[in-house]
């Protein structure tokens, strides 16, 4: 007999069905919602199909991972996800339910829709370097992304030993725009240290993903991050400026003082299918303007009384920005 398909609503009400057993019958609301979370006893730190590795978050356990297996109609579990799990059989676990997830972490595919790749996210480190050039229309695209998710964009200039005079000045002009418009901005060297110091401090207690193109020295970082500890496991190859995976999925390192989530599956981020509001919004020094022009469906071109118009006179948004959300809507629009 062919087990029939639950549709999404009757999987989301077993689900949270499934969460209310866990509880004392008496409790109710935001009170389930607190009681589930303060259960929670493990953390998901690699997803292998159906079956999962989850941290022991009991103090006396150490740190211990435990190959666990999720209760049936619970929702696709990530990277980061906290749990509460049960001893099983032959040294193996249950997740029973799925704690609350402050953020999520994915890739946007042309549809629109995400591909989870990690929940509890704090922070996204986008890389860039001199070599591949970098371009501020590839960086807008991947910030926007970024903000679509309400996540916090730490950008990285990796490869200081590669900058010749003329190259850091163009690169110090287009890093400076960033800044400008809020963006915590970092230069730093993988292969020698420079600038690794600092940009550990703005990682400490968070949890942190990373992005960008190939070449930009992404594994180098990881490694120069927490050598030992992800060398431990084999994950990455100290040889060779390229990941060496031992899985294709996002797996959480403990480093000195944070968490890093890696990821083949991370390692390419694509803007996908996003809205105007949304690529509107990406752009933050846009966003604090929004609804203040003359017409409400106002393109932001020719119009008169245009806030956006006006703020690029008065060198409140960078006319290099503004040619960047017409690129990037112009995209959309063709799509």
């Known amino acids: 007999m062919t087990k029939r398909k639950l549709s999404r609503a009757q999987a989301a009400r077993i689900a949270e069905k499934q969460k209310s057993e866990l509880i004392s ?22 997803h292998f199909g159906q079956q999962l590795d989850v941290e022991n978050l009991d103090l006396a356990a150490g740190g211990e991972i ?18 509460v799990w049960k001893q099983g059989e032959a040294e193996t676990g249950i997740i029973l339910a799925l704690g609350d997830r402050k953020s999520l972490f994915g ?7 995400m591909k989870l790749v990690a929940s509890n996210v704090d922070i996204v480190l986008l890389v860039i370097a001199p070599l591949p050039q970098p371009f501020m229309n590839l960086i ?18 990796n490869k200081l030993d590669l900058l010749e005079n003329e190259k850091a000045e163009e690169m110090d002009k287009m890093l400076s725009i960033y800044e400008q418009v809020g963006y915590e901005v970092h230069r730093v060297c993988a292969s020698d240290g420079r600038g690794i110091e600092s940009l550990e401090a703005a990682l400490n207690g968070k949890t942190t993903v990373l992005v960008g193109q190939s070449g930009v020295g992404k594994s180098a970082l990881i490694n120069r991050f927490g050598l030992e500890t992800i060398a431990e496991v084999g994950a990455l190859s100290t040889a060779h400026d390229q990941g060496t995976h031992t899985t294709t999925t996002a797996k959480l390192f403990h ?5 890093l989530i890696d990821s083949p599956g991370i390692r390419e981020f694509s803007l996908g299918q996003v809205s105007q509001q949304q690529l509107f919004d990406g752009f933050r020094e846009m966003k604090s303007l929004a609804g ?13 009384d ?12 960078h006319p ?6 017409f690129q990037i809507l112009q995209s959309i629009e063709s799509k």
């Open 292 to 304: 203040r022009c003359k017409f409400r469906d106002c393109s932001h071109r020719t119009e008169p």
């Open 107 to 113: 890739r946007l595919n042309a549809a629109g829709d």
């Open 306 to 317: 245009c806030v956006i118009q006006q703020a690029v006179v008065a060198a409140e948004i």
């Open 25 to 46: 019958n008496e409790e109710s609301g935001d009170s389930i919602a607190g009681a589930l979370q303060s259960r929670c006893n493990g953390r998901i730190i690699s």
């Open 320 to 325: 290099q920005r503004l040619a960047s959300y």
């Open 66 to 83: 435990i190959r666990c297996h999720q209760r049936a109609n619970l929702p696709a579990l990530v990277t980061g996800d906290l749990v």
């Open 255 to 259: 480093l000195s003082h944070y968490d």
């Open 140 to 157: 807008d695209r991947y910030l926007v992304a970024i903000e679509s998710l309400h996540l916090q964009a730490l950008l990285v200039m």
